[in-house]
């Protein structure tokens, strides 16, 4: 008899957990093998002249969630503020995980905003001044 109530609890109890995880929107994830986060490594919060290349590349590192860089990780590049030319709108990721893309400074001062993204990840943004 004990342990058929301690069946039925234990079945309640997964039950339960299972519908609080459908409640909160937890979700598994069992794909290990994709992007995880994205880091810059160079570029950001360059100044240049108008119509300037700038000197250091716009550069990110695409990861897995246990750190390890991923090769042909296609990142898009975008200019969200401000004006230019970028080198290419995607780069894909080399053997050591990173992409990369040159800046061309428009003909207007002030700030540009470049965005980097990779599918399913947060967007990061470079800072470039154009003086």
Request: hydrophobic share 45%; glycine share 10%; aromatic share 4%.
């Amino acid at each position: 008899m004990f342990r058929a109530l301690r069946s039925t609890l234990l079945l309640r109890k997964v039950a339960l957990v299972v519908a609080l995880a459908g409640v909160s929107g937890c979700t598994l994830n069992t794909d290990l093998s994709g992007p995880a986060g994205i880091v810059k490594t160079s570029g950001d919060n360059q100044s240049a002249p108008t119509n300037t290349a700038l000197p250091e590349p716009l550069a990110v590192i695409v990861f897995t969630q246990f750190g390890e860089r991923l090769q042909n990780v296609t990142v898009n590049w975008a200019i969200t503020t401000g004006t230019g030319t970028l080198s290419a709108p995607s780069t894909l990721t080399d053997d050591g995980g990173m992409a990369s893309v040159n800046f061309t400074t428009g003909a207007t001062p002030g700030l540009v905003a470049v965005q980097a993204r990779a599918s399913g990840l947060p967007a990061l943004t470079f800072s470039i001044t154009v003086n």
